[in-house]
C-alpha cells in the first residue's frame, strides 16, 4: 500500500497535478504599494474603461485548475487594484496528463490580465 502511494504521489508530482491552488504571477508597472481592497473590482473584457486609469500590474494564472479569471480577480483585489482587463490567453506549459495508464501529452493555456487603479475618485460619475 504504501508503494502505491509514493507512486501516485510521484505521478501528480511530475504531471504538475499536485495542488488545487491558484499561483498568479504579478509584474508589477510601478513601485508603489496599495492596500487590499475587500469591495468588489470592475472587469473588463471586450472594451477599456470610460474613466482614466492607470496599469498597475500584469497578472498571469495557469488555467489548469479551472476559474482562472476568479483567481486573477482575487490577486487584483490583493494588490489593491480598482479593476482588471482581461487581455487573453497564452500558452503555458508543457505537461504529462495520465490517460487509461499511458501519459497523454498536453499543453496548459495561461489566462492574463491588467490589474488598473482609476486616477479619479472610485465614486466619482463618469460622463
Known sequence: MKQGTVVL??????TGCYGC????????YTANAFEESNAAIDVYQTQRPAR???EIAELV?????GQPVAALVAKAKEIGAHGLILT????????FVPLGGILI??????S?????RYTEPV???VQ
Open 21 to 28: 491552488a491558484h499561483k498568479v504571477s504579478v509584474t508589477r
Open 123 to 125: 465614486g466619482a460619475d
Open 61 to 65: 494564472v495557469d488555467d489548469r485548475n
Open 112 to 116: 492574463t490580465g491588467i490589474a488598473i
Open 9 to 14: 504521489v510521484g505521478l501528480a508530482f511530475l
Open 88 to 95: 487573453g490567453q497564452k500558452e503555458g506549459k508543457k505537461g
Open 105 to 110: 501529452g498536453r499543453t496548459y493555456m495561461k
Open 52 to 54: 482614466a486609469y492607470v
